[in-house]
T-cell receptor
Framework: QKEVEQNSGPLSVPEGAIASLNCTYS??????FFWYRQYSGKSPELIMS????GDKEDGRFTAQLNKASQYVSLLIRDSQPSDSATYLC???????FGTGTKLQVIP | DAGVIQSPRHEVTEMGQEVTLRCKPI?????LFWYRQTMMRGLELLIY????????DSGMPEDRFSAKMPNASFSTLKIQPSEPRDSAVYFC???????????FGPGTRLTVL
């Protein structure tokens, strides 16, 4: 089992819809979780961090963490074509990234 | 701040040659990371430093790879000899707190023929 798992996609959603990206991790002691966005040919950039169970909202983005289920997700509301990218889930203490989910927002 | 700086941005070399990748972290950041990204394996941590000292090099694939950080503002990743399977994008990242956000450089795209 990989330490951080994501569905590779591509996940296609129409413009204006909600995109839901999921990530599971294997290390129960992990405390810090991050979502990075990576455009093709570019470096990863942080869009959300979450440390406590529950939801954390920032603009159109909501991160959800459930430590009991070892599950973290990212919701993107009102998806825009500019959101089309690969989204990487990262677990900090193990410094481990998932392989990423490619999101395509269809105009 | 200029962010994390990496050079070269692109490197094309022939199998067996030595390759040196360079990184300048953000000033004040005590942690520096080297990653390799491929389509098949995603983003893999190779090694990270804290205060110029290598902390975990378990991700370094084999003895052909070596990394140094002679001072707080410079690090190198060397591959000798290079092989075609080393072709990937190599990222350097830095942060001031291990559990906090990492800032990535633009990456070096390495092609080994």
């Amino acid at each position: 089992q990989k330490e951080v798992e994501q569905n590779s996609g591509p996940l296609s959603v129409p413009e204006g819809a909600i995109a839901s990206l999921n990530c599971t991790y294997s290390d129960r002691v992990s405390q810090s979780f991050f979502w990075y966005r990576q455009y093709s040919g570019k470096s990863p950039e942080l869009i959300m961090s979450i440390y406590s169970n529950g939801d954390k909202e920032d603009g159109r983005f909501t991160a959800q963490l459930n430590k009991a289920s070892q599950y973290v997700s990212l919701l993107i509301r009102d998806s825009q074509p500019s959101d089309s990218a690969t989204y990487l889930c990262a677990v900090a203490e193990k410094l481990t990234f998932g392989t990423g989910t490619k999101l395509q927002v269809i105009p | 701040d200029a962010g994390v700086i990496q050079s070269p941005r692109h490197e094309v070399t022939e199998m067996g040659q030595e390759v040196t990748l360079r990184c300048k972290p953000i000033s004040g950041h005590d942690y520096l990371f080297w990653y390799r990204q491929t389509m098949m394996r995603g983003l893999e941590l190779l090694i990270y430093f804290n205060n110029n000292v290598p902390i975990d090099d378990s991700g370094m694939p084999e003895d052909r790879f070596s990394a140094k950080m002679p001072n707080a503002s410079f690090s190198t990743l060397k591959i000798q000899p290079s092989e075609p399977r080393d072709s990937a994008v190599y990222f350097c990242a830095s942060t001031d707190v291990l559990s906090d956000e990492q800032f990535f450089g633009p990456g070096t795209r390495l092609t080994v023929l």
